[in-house]
């Protein structure tokens, strides 16, 4: 059986390669993970957005219970939507997608888009105006905010590893730290150098991301 190479992330291992399960059909995903899971796939990708969480979850639940397969084998990552970027929201949202996956723990939770929107809008969870732009939350939370709440569900165990999903270094409101910013200030650099310095001081991986049009 081929060893799946990983990469360092946080304090597991991730499989480099997975599954993904975006756009994946209603009534083929579960199939998918099925089969990824029985022949040697250790990744699966998930989303709350993707809206097929609870079909994923029965597959987990079928494999596992088989007992070929143990659920600490499997990296399983997910993501807090755009519309759940609210302190108040993220560990219901996260409880919801445990709930769905039938899962006691995620190995990896992101913070999808660095955007947020409209979490109770009658649009759901892709809230446009007459014009196409995306209706954010009048609220207006902070990302450190939302960060800080993130950090608590790794403290409850519901998460061990949290981060961010398509966030570039212009997105500097979750780098408003002041221990990040201390050390920034003494060396002369950004928050973001620093950050980055750390996470390649680790061996983890760093990837630019790119902000979607229909975020702007």
Not at 156 to 183: A, R, T
Request: aromatic share 8%; glycine share 8%; net charge negative.
């Amino acid at each position: 059986t081929m060893v799946m190479p990983t990469i360092q992330c946080g304090v597991s291992d991730m499989p480099v390669v997975g599954l993904g399960t975006w756009q994946s059909d209603p009534g083929v995903v579960g199939t998918a993970v099925e089969h990824a899971l029985n022949n040697n796939y250790k990744h699966i990708d998930c989303a709350m957005v993707y809206c097929n969480e609870e079909e994923v979850g029965a597959a987990f639940n079928k494999v596992f219970s088989a007992g070929k397969v143990k659920r600490e084998e499997v990296f399983v990552t997910s993501k807090l939507w755009c519309t759940n970027q609210r302190p108040d929201k993220v560990g219901p949202a996260c409880a919801k997608t445990l709930s769905d996956l039938q899962l006691d723990y995620l190995d990896l939770y992101l913070i999808h888009w660095p955007m947020h929107l409209h979490p109770e809008h009658e649009k759901g969870l892709f809230p446009l105006d007459d014009e196409g732009k995306a209706i954010p939350d009048p609220s207006n939370p902070s990302f450190a905010a939302v960060w800080a709440e993130m950090e608590k569900l790794v403290d409850e165990g519901k998460c061990k590893n949290i981060g961010l999903s398509n966030f570039n270094i212009e997105q500097k409101s979750l780098l408003d730290n002041d221990v990040v910013k201390g050390i920034a200030e003494a060396h002369s650099v950004t928050p973001g150098q620093v950050l980055i310095r750390y996470q390649v001081d680790k061996g983890n991986a760093v990837r630019k991301g790119h902000f979607l049009k229909f975020l702007l």
